[in-house]
């Protein structure tokens, strides 16, 4: 009974306090299909789901295949594809106004998913909050991180922090064939026009919070940690 979290029973009335469903959220609800599945399989297996929708604008326009030569390839090729879902009010594990997954395919085979979660420029703890849950939830599978800090480059400035999650200790890790997850939360500060410079620049007013997560496995693809 404990791990439903704080309780009390009076008159044999048992009531669960502060209940939160976000935190009882696992690894699985997060990334709801598996890596290393084709795309016809991934595809009929999240038709079945209540909490995706395929985002049929964005795969119009952007879904197709791309051929991609990398150097380290020696003339060797892979075929890249990119299928669009977006997060449906059925979702309860992130939290923000707006969830949008992306799957990534190489010789049709899932190597990697990403998520973003778009928070409201006020709500900012609430997207801290969405970030520690799922660092605690990552960690049980993936127990080997470390943080660092984001830097928006042409500023000089922080923008954010994020955490890298590897399922082994570094000396045990492939270092060629990447498996890991990367979760990050960052200010996207809105652009206006500027009528001085006339033209258009990034302001210090907030625009919105985001959150992203990115789950990567590279074995059993031509990728390597060279290029993906």
Known sequence: IEKLGPYEINNNK???????KKSFCEFEDIFPINLGLSKFEVIS????????????????????????????????????ITIYYNFTEKENCLNGFKKTLCLDFVDDRLYQIRIAVHYLSTERDKCLENFNILSSIFMQK????????????????????????????????????????????????????????????????????????????LKGTKLTNKGF
């Open 142 to 217: 993936f127990p080997f991180y470390n943080k660092s800090i984001l830097t928006d480059v042409e500023k000089n400035e922080q923008i954010g922090e994020g955490m890298k999650f590897n399922p082994t200790e570094e000396k045990n890790r492939d270092k060629i064939k990447i498996e890991k997850i990367y979760l990050d939360y960052q200010i996207e500060y809105k652009v206006e026009k500027n009528t001085i410079l006339n033209e258009y620049v990034k302001t210090s007013n907030i625009d919105e919070f985001i959150l992203n997560i990115s789950y990567l496995n």
């Open 45 to 80: 297996s999240l038709s079945t789901l209540e909490n995706l929708k395929l985002d049929e604008e964005l795969n119009r326009v952007n879904s197709f295949p791309r051929i991609e030569k990398p150097t380290y390839l020696n003339g060797g090729a892979v075929t890249k």
């Open 14 to 20: 048992l009531t669960i306090k502060n209940f939160d």
